[in-house]
């Protein structure tokens, strides 16, 4: 089992920044991608990034640019630096390890004047 918690939301205004956190715990040699998807209220969740085990990177068209994701401690903690955010990045923001599939809380993200 791997257990995932995830840190760093909360509001912020449009153009400011964040950064998401999320630390994984458990059998975690068997994880070899960790990345990060989000859900708005009345939408499907959605790939947001992910990085493999070697550094290998997957960003959403929206987000190129403005998101980085990174791993560090060995590959246990996989971060989402976000910045530029938009109010159409308002979404809880889910940490995800596979294989198998493994998924945080959630964390709320909140983009607001």
């Known amino acids: 089992q791997v257990q995932l918690v995830e840190s760093g939301g909360g509001l912020v205004q449009p153009g400011g920044s964040l950064r998401l956190s999320c630390a994984a715990s458990?059998?975690?040699?068997?994880?070899?991608?960790m990345g990060w998807y989000r859900q708005a209220p009345g939408k499907e969740r959605e790939l947001v990034a992910t990085?493999?085990?070697?550094?290998?990177?997957t960003y959403a068209n929206s987000v190129k640019g403005r998101f980085t994701i990174s791993r560090e401690n060995a590959g246990n903690t996989v971060n989402l630096q976000m910045n530029s955010l938009k109010v159409e990045d308002t979404a809880v923001y889910y940490c995800?390890?596979?294989?198998?599939?493994?998924w945080g809380q959630g964390t709320q993200v909140t983009v607001s004047s």
């Open positions: 995800r390890a596979s294989p198998p599939m493994y």
């Open positions: 458990g059998i975690i040699f068997s994880i070899i991608e």
């Open positions: 990085i493999t085990r070697g550094g290998s990177t």
